[in-house]
């Protein structure tokens, strides 16, 4: 087995729970912008669609189709046709309320915090590669206490790359002053961890929280972080 070194992690959806956190956010933007009063009910439709949109603008920012600052006001938008509501300027008003409030969530997946203790003991250096925003994602590791484990954060904005393009893992890779040959990647997302990683030269561990199936050959698949004991 690999020597490795240095453990490049994604955050959102890996450790960090997104869909548990943009919830319990969504319920107070719900609640705030009276959207049960404007016909937008049942919540939990509201809350479905907002998923729903919000994965297919982040694959098509992914892949370079949008902006940063399209997605972040589009998935409000796209959310709010679904109940015959197209006011752009309530969309932008309700994402910038949500931008707010979100990174101040604390959800992590079970056993994060004993995981990359576990890791940090023995020795491991490690980092985040994450799409996310600047100013966002500090403010979800910072709330959530995640950020004493982590020695780089390499986001998409300061790297002005983004994952799966190889760019993002040799800035990170520069950043960390790691080698391919002793740094893995850890994430959730398919084609942006892994197969970016893949892409890169680099192994990768598939965090696979939801137990999808896929053709595509990480080094390493687990479905809950306990198992990373079972690697490193």
Request: negative net charge; glycine residues 4%; aromatic residues 14%.
């Amino acid at each position: 087995m690999p020597a490795y070194k240095h453990l490049f992690f994604d955050l959102d959806h890996t450790l960090w729970d997104f869909d548990a956190n943009a919830k319990e956010t969504l319920t107070e933007v719900y609640t705030y912008f009276e959207l049960e009063a404007k016909g937008v009910y049942p919540f939990i439709d509201f809350y479905k669609q907002y998923l729903h949109h919000n994965e297919i603008l982040w694959d098509r920012y992914h892949k370079g189709f949008i902006s940063s600052d399209e997605l972040k006001w589009k998935r409000m938008w796209r959310t709010m046709l679904e109940f015959k509501m197209g006011s752009e300027q309530l969309a932008k008003n309700m994402s910038v309320h949500f931008l707010e409030i979100l990174p101040t969530k604390k959800t992590l997946f079970p056993h994060t915090i004993e995981i990359l203790n576990y890791l940090t003991q023995k020795g491991y250096k490690l980092h985040l590669i994450t799409n996310g925003f600047e100013k966002t994602q500090w403010s979800k590791i910072n709330n959530s206490g995640l950020s004493p484990y982590f020695t780089h954060m390499i986001t998409s904005e300061a790297s002005n790359s983004l994952k799966p393009k190889k760019e993002i893992f040799e800035y990170a890779l520069n950043k960390a002053g790691a080698s391919l040959s002793e740094s893995i990647m850890l994430g959730d997302n398919l084609d942006a961890d892994i197969q970016g990683a893949i892409n890169a030269g680099m192994d990768c561990v598939f965090v696979n929280h939801l137990k999808i199936s896929t053709d595509i050959k990480a080094t390493h698949i687990i479905h809950h972080l306990k198992e990373l004991e079972g690697i490193f």
